[in-house]
C-alpha cells in the first residue's frame, strides 16, 4: 500500500521560506511522478508543481514559478517543495500526490498525503 507523509508546513513571515517534504512509501518510488497542491479555506483546490518520475521534467503554476522550486532525492524516496518569497497569499494547507502519469489536474491523481499547514503573516 502506497502511503504519502507530508512535512514542513508552518508559521513564517513574508518575505520568508519553507521547505516542505513528501515522503513515499509502500511502493517503488521511481513509478511515481508527485506533484504538490494547495488549498486555502473556502477556494478550490489548486495546482502548485509537479515533477516526473525521473526528475528531469517540472512544471509549475504562474503564480509559484520563480519562487518555488520542486525536486525529488530517490535515495530518500522524497520529493521537495522549496518555497521562497512567500506571501500571504501563499498561505494553504499543502498536500502532496502521487501518479504514474505527469499531470497537473488534482482530479488525475488517486494518491494522496495528509497536508500540511503553511501560514505566512504580513
Known amino acids: 500500500q502506497v502511503q504519502l507523509v507530508t512535512s514542513g508546513g508552518g508559521l513564517v513571515q513574508a518575505g520568508g521560506s519553507l521547505r516542505l517534504s513528501c515522503v513515499v512509501s509502500g511502493y517503488s518510488f521511481n513509478n511515481y511522478a508527485v506533484g504538490w497542491f494547495r488549498q486555502a479555506p473556502g477556494k478550490e483546490r489548486e495546482f502548485v508543481a509537479v515533477?516526473?518520475?525521473?526528475?528531469?521534467?517540472?512544471d509549475y503554476a504562474g503564480s509559484v514559478k520563480g519562487r518555488f522550486t520542486i525536486s525529488r532525492d530517490s535515495a530518500e524516496n522524497t520529493v521537495y517543495l522549496q518555497m521562497d518569497s512567500l506571501g500571504p497569499e501563499d498561505t494553504a494547507v499543502y498536500l502532496c500526490a502521487a501518479d504514474s502519469l505527469f499531470a497537473c489536474s488534482s482530479y488525475h491523481y488517486d494518491l494522496w498525503g495528509q497536508g500540511t499547514q503553511v501560514t505566512v503573516s504580513s
Open positions: 515533477i516526473s518520475r525521473s526528475g528531469g521534467t517540472t
